[in-house]
């Protein structure tokens, strides 16, 4: 066997395998991790983070009589001198917010 031939097609198939996972990554659904992080993102934009954690594991939640897997959790910013703290509930599916309060 030629081991030119050999290596390519390891790397061929190295190559298709990781393309097919970038594609299935992006079109499921998000880690709480990136969850955690478009949230970050859109409180930031007021003030400094401190601190933010998210719960790993979705939960059934019921809005407006709808039913959704979210996931929960939370920020601490700065702003303007004084911490606030926010609680939030994201989509488990979409990584949309569907409420953030202030605690």
């Known amino acids: 066997m030629n081991w030119r031939a050999l290596l390519l ?3 061929v198939g190295f190559a ?10 992006e079109t499921g ?7 955690l992080e478009n949230v970050k ?6 003030g400094k983070i401190y601190g933010s954690w998210i719960v790993m594991t979705p ?10 897997k979210v996931y ?9 001198g004084k911490r606030e703290q926010f ?3 994201a989509d488990a599916s979409t990584g949309t917010i569907l ?5």
Request: no cysteine; aromatic share 10%.
């Open 9 to 11: 097609g390891a790397a």
């Open 16 to 25: 298709a395998g990781y393309a097919a996972k970038q594609i299935i990554d």
């Open 29 to 35: 659904s998000p880690s709480p991790e990136r969850v």
């Open 41 to 46: 993102s859109a409180v930031k934009k007021d």
């Open 59 to 68: 939960e059934n939640y019921e809005k407006f009589n709808l039913e959704y």
């Open 72 to 80: 929960k959790g939370g920020i601490t910013r700065q702003l303007d």
């Open 87 to 89: 609680e939030f509930v």
């Open 99 to 103: 409420e953030l309060t202030q605690k």
